[in-house]
């Protein structure tokens, strides 16, 4: 079965900060990663996925994530992070043609103005 | 497209009761998921269905838990007999395809249970 690690539960830090959220997974087949952010009050909104490809993937607002096969991650990056970026961020994978995903505990981002 | 739909938002229920909780999904989905978020914790996959089966229960607690999937209506997830450890709360997904493949997800807002 496919676990997945996210450190550093709470994280708050400045605008204008960069932000860096790591994503560990155990697994050893294929998979597909996504990370999905939870605004206060709101559902799981998809913020960005790798199936194949290039291992750098952009997603939306400004975020980005990077697939390291050899050290089973998919961090999660921002550059400079606003205040709207206050959330919860989730990573989750599953193995291809499987139809469940398994998440991480989340990271909980606080941006202060 | 009004995407997800689960109600109630929330729900308090008292040790004992049965909670219904409902999800449409999206237009043209036939795929429902449901997930419990724990406090603290990840979402945790419970039951996978399409339209009148129950494709994978392999999440479900083996007692008091059941959900279905109508030919007409909404999913629904039942939990009979709630215990305080059931508050949590509960999301619903759906997706056109095995999520596996390139169809990914759509999430509903959830439904907060709270067991008193």
């Known amino acids: 079965a496919q676990s997945v690690s996210q450190h550093n539960h709470h994280v708050i830090l400045s605008e204008a900060a960069s932000l860096e959220l790591g994503c560990n997974y155990s697994?050893?087949?294929?998979?597909?990663l996504f990370w999905y952010v939870q605004y206060p009050g709101q559902h799981l909104q998809l913020l960005l996925k790798y199936f194949s490809g290039d291992p750098l993937v952009k997603g939306i607002k400004g975020f980005e994530a990077e697939f390291i096969k050899s050290k089973f991650s998919f961090n999660l990056r921002k550059p400079s992070v606003q205040w709207s970026d206050t959330a919860e961020y989730f990573c989750?994978?599953?193995?291809?043609?499987?139809?469940?995903?398994?998440f991480g505990k989340g990271n909980q981002v606080v941006v202060i103005p | 497209n009004a995407g997800v739909m689960q109600n109630p938002r929330h729900l308090v229920r008292r040790r004992g009761q049965e909670a219904r909780l409902r999800c449409s999904p999206m237009?043209?989905?036939?795929?429902v998921y449901w997930y419990r978020q724990l406090p603290e914790e990840g979402l945790k996959f419970m039951v996978y269905?399409?339209?009148?089966?129950?494709?994978?229960e392999s999440g479900m607690p083996k007692e008091r838990f059941s959900a279905e999937f109508p030919k007409e209506g909404p999913s629904i997830l039942r939990i009979q007999q709630v215990v305080r450890g059931d508050s949590a709360a509960y999301f619903c997904?759906?997706?056109?395809?095995?999520?596996?493949?390139?169809?990914?997800?759509?999430f509903g807002s959830g439904t907060r249970l709270t067991v008193v």
């Open positions: 237009k043209g989905h036939s795929h």
């Open positions: 269905l399409q339209k009148e089966n129950i494709i994978d």
């Open positions: 989750a994978v599953n193995a291809q043609g499987n139809n469940r995903l398994a």
């Open positions: 997904a759906s997706s056109s395809g095995v999520a596996g493949n390139d169809y990914g997800y759509t």
């Open positions: 697994y050893g087949g294929t998979v597909n």
